[in-house]
């Protein structure tokens, strides 16, 4: 399940750490691996398993790559509306059950 | 960046409940602090005063996940009475933007670490 592999894409620290900085702004793979101990092959993987999660999305510029977070991921909106889905009626009968422990 | 492109990305989940209760008792338990905890835990909202509240139809809170990707929106609640004396509520909740609310918590004295919390 998609939501699964956003879980374990971002469950690893260095992808999490590439994930935070895409999120303050679209960058190449070279840019994102300033400050970080890691080789570029290692990279090319890391993006290539947040990108299968839907959480980055690669845009091509002449001989560049760049990446981005995905702000039309599908894996955001459904996981998100699965989730709420679910809690609000869950919520809503916790507020029956208060309402009829409150006085007038 | 894209933000007008993000902000264009409006996903609302809409719900309606029917309350035997009369409004003005629901609008009580959502809107008083220490009721609304009893239901509505303080630790899924990302802040436990209101975004806004018009006393007795509306009040809306920010909430936040408390895993990765920690996306934030807001849910309305809407109170009016219904044709039973009792009340409609409307739930109203909104993914807006996801790349705008996108808030990843930063270490303190580390850039490059994220913080992982146990589920």
Known sequence: MIENDIFKALADPTRCAIFEKLASGSMNASALREGMAISQPAMSQHLAVLRNARLVREERQGRFVNYEVDPDGLAFIARWLAKYRAYWPARVDALKALLKDMDQ | ?119
């Not at chain 2, 990305?9 to 008792?25: H, R």
Request: net charge neutral.
């Open chain 2, 1 to 119: 960046m894209n933000d007008t492109k993000a902000q264009a990305q409006t996903k609302d989940l809409v719900q309606d409940y029917e309350l035997d209760a009369p409004p003005e008792k629901v609008w009580r338990a959502i809107s008083i602090p220490a009721l609304r905890e009893a239901w509505l835990p303080k630790g899924d909202l990302a802040d436990a005063a209101p975004v806004s509240s018009k006393p007795g139809e509306e009040v809306r809170y920010r909430m936040r996940e408390d895993e990765p990707p920690f996306l934030e929106s807001i849910v309305t609640f809407q109170v009016s009475p219904n044709a039973d004396g009792g009340t409609r509520l409307r739930i109203i909740h909104g993914l807006v933007g996801a790349s705008l609310m996108l808030r990843m918590p930063r270490a303190a004295n580390s850039n490059l670490r994220c913080v992982m919390r146990a589920a």
